[in-house]
């Protein structure tokens, strides 16, 4: 499985972004997906996690109300809507997934994943 992460940025604290997190695959799902992040000197953070059938999505409660995570497994692609961003937001964000867990599983943990993406910037001036 091989991920690619994009849409990050530098954007003013209370505006949006989104990102785009596409995945290719040789076998077919269920794939749960999940956004993390990192900033220096920090472990990474567990965000927003998706899963396959898209039923069940699980968030930080720091980012409850804010994002928004969903997907399009036609595309094989998940998105995370970022609203009323803020400076603590700023961070590169990490898409990650894994294979084999029941069809509404939205895992949290970063063990809980096996393949990552190269992360993405984003950053929120104040």
């Known amino acids: 499985v091989q991920l690619q992460a994009s849409g990050g940025g530098l954007v003013q604290a209370g505006n949006s972004l989104r990102l785009s997190c596409t995945y290719t695959?040789?076998?077919?799902?269920?794939?749960?997906v999940g956004w993390f992040r990192q900033t220096p000197g920090k472990e990474r953070e567990f965000v927003a996690a998706?899963?396959?059938?898209?039923?069940?999505?699980n968030y930080v409660d720091s980012v409850k109300g804010r994002f928004d995570i969903s997907r399009n497994n036609a595309r094989n692609t998940v998105y995370l809507q970022m609203n009323s961003l803020k400076p603590e937001d700023t961070a590169v964000y990490f898409c990650?997934?894994?294979?084999?867990?029941?069809?509404?599983?939205?895992?949290?943990?970063?063990?809980?994943?096996?393949?990552w993406g190269q992360g993405t910037l984003v950053t929120v001036s104040s």
């Open positions: 695959v040789r076998t077919p799902g269920p794939y749960a």
């Open positions: 998706i899963s396959w059938s898209g039923n069940t999505r």
């Open positions: 990650a997934a894994v294979w084999g867990l029941l069809s509404t599983a939205a895992p949290a943990k970063v063990t809980d994943y096996n393949y």
